[in-house]
């Protein structure tokens, strides 16, 4: 039996639990060059896809992947300004997680970089 999550367009065979949500959301902000655009973002209000290709240095391919990610899962949002895409944090609350993820990683930087557990579940 599937069961449809009230807002996703698709059907999924078991819906995920809360937990399981939360860990995949997580999972969203666990890329570098995604926290580096949430970072640009909350300097500068507002940027286009090409100014983050060229701030970044990175290929619009992989940038452009990196925020559709972002938007999906509702970090950024987007508008149409004549024919670039200008992205936005969609939230407040967005630049202040990855603030209090700051904050406790200052208290904990040495396990953080020497925790394994991570670096082999991130790997699977």
Not at 19 to 48: C, M, N, Q, V
Not at 82 to 91: K, P
Request: glycine share 6%; net charge negative; proline share 3%.
């Amino acid at each position: 039996m599937s069961t449809v999550v009230s807002s996703a367009p698709f059907t999924l065979a078991d819906a995920p639990s809360r937990t399981e949500l939360l860990a995949k959301y997580f999972r969203g902000l666990g890329d570098p060059t995604r926290l580096r655009i949430l970072r640009l973002l909350d300097e500068d209000g507002e940027l286009s896809a090409g100014e983050l290709v060229s701030r970044l240095e990175m290929p619009q391919a992989t940038v452009s992947t990196h925020l559709g990610c972002l938007r999906w899962c509702g970090f950024v949002t987007t508008r149409r300004e004549e024919r670039s895409v200008i992205y936005s944090l969609a939230d407040a609350r967005v630049s202040e997680l990855v603030a209090v993820a700051e904050s406790l990683l200052d208290d904990n930087a040495e396990h953080v970089a020497c925790c394994q557990t991570i670096d082999r579940v991130g790997s699977a």
